[in-house]
């Protein structure tokens, strides 16, 4: 079996949409070539990166045209440099 492996300090992120279609509140169809690319996404794994602050299953929110879109075993990833990633997301408890 194959996988992706990012070197040096790079970052493999999972760019698989759902499925089905994306609708305006008025009912309109969203065709794919007008949707905007997202801005984040969920870490697959990273390359060798010194007192890294993610981890594979991070979610991170990213420069919007960073990286390099890759398909590859019929699913899409991006592979951007680390110092693209502009956030990580995490989950805290209400005040």
Known sequence: M????PINQNVL?????????QRTAGGIIIPDTAKEKPIMAKVIATGNTENSEIAAGD??????FAGTEIDFGGNK???????????????????
């Open 77 to 95: 990833y991006l592979i951007l440099p680390y110092s693209d990633l502009l956030a990580k997301i995490v989950e805290t408890e209400s005040i």
């Open 13 to 21: 992120l999972d760019m698989n949409q759902p499925i089905g279609e």
């Open 59 to 64: 979610t991170v929110l990213f420069r919007k």
């Open 2 to 5: 194959k996988e992706l492996q």
